[in-house]
């Protein structure tokens, strides 16, 4: 009690001025800590609502530090279950290289021809929206199919072509999204032969846990 009184009251008495901003540092330094975490939860939560609305809802998710090798894949899918494997890329771009960076996200357009953002374009070939390197957004990115792009995607511009705009939805994610084929994704996020998640959807027959460990069995060690 004396330390404190001699080294925080003394000084808070002499100098209150002091005292005060000294708080106040303090307090917006906590507010920047709180506002970033808030605005990183916001941010995680978007990408996830974005990849929900474009792939549906998953039951387990594989990962991998530095990305899934995709020959993982073919094995899997090779499994005598009626299992949903979506795999996918994930990342962010941005438009032109300014402003928001938005949801960047490659699915398998041909294995998912019905699911994707493909059956949602306003042309009436798809097939021909698929040269040079297409993509598709959402709404409120406000490009117009046909449109040339650039965007910045891992520090590196990349130009693209919109081949669609995703129709309207209730939810924000899926209308601020920028979506391409997911080899595309694969070149241009500089991962070759990389998968970054492989979403899953079990069967409902059996307990999620039986497929779980079903699943873990068929992982090498370093796939979660």
């Known amino acids: 009690m004396i330390l404190f009184a001699r080294l925080i009251l003394r000084p808070v008495l ?3 001025v002091r005292a005060v901003l ?4 303090i307090a917006l330094g906590v507010g920047v800590v709180v506002a970033v975490d808030l605005a990183g939860q916001a941010a995680a939560g978007s990408f996830h609502s974005s990849v929900e609305s474009l792939t549906g809802k998953s039951d387990l998710t594989i990962s991998a530090t530095g990305g899934v090798d995709e020959r993982l894949l073919g094995k899997l899918v ?6 949903q494997f979506t795999p996918r890329m994930e990342g962010f771009a941005s438009i032109n290289g300014k402003g928001e960076a938005l949801p ?3 699915v398998d357009l041909i294995a998912n021809r019905q699911d994707t953002p493909e059956s949602s374009t306003d042309t009436n070939d798809p097939g021909q929206a698929l040269t040079g390197n297409p ?5 409120q990115t406000h490009l117009q199919r046909g ?4 965007l910045l995607v891992n520090d590196a511009l990349h130009s693209f072509t919109v081949a669609g705009v995703i129709p309207s939805s209730g939810d924000l994610g899926a209308n601020n999204v920028i979506v391409c084929d997911i080899g595309l994704a694969q070149q241009v996020m ?3 032969r990389k998968i970054d998640t492989i979403s899953v959807v079990v069967p409902p027959e059996r307990p999620i846990e039986y497929w779980t460990n079903l699943l873990r069995e068929q992982l090498p060690p370093t796939v979660s």
């Open 135 to 139: 993509i598709w957004v959402g709404r």
């Open 104 to 106: 960047f996200i490659g």
């Open 22 to 25: 000294i708080v106040l540092a």
């Open 78 to 83: 090779q499994l005598p279950y009626a299992f």
């Open 14 to 16: 002499r100098e209150p």
């Open 147 to 150: 449109q040339p792009v650039q």
């Open 190 to 192: 500089g991962k070759a």
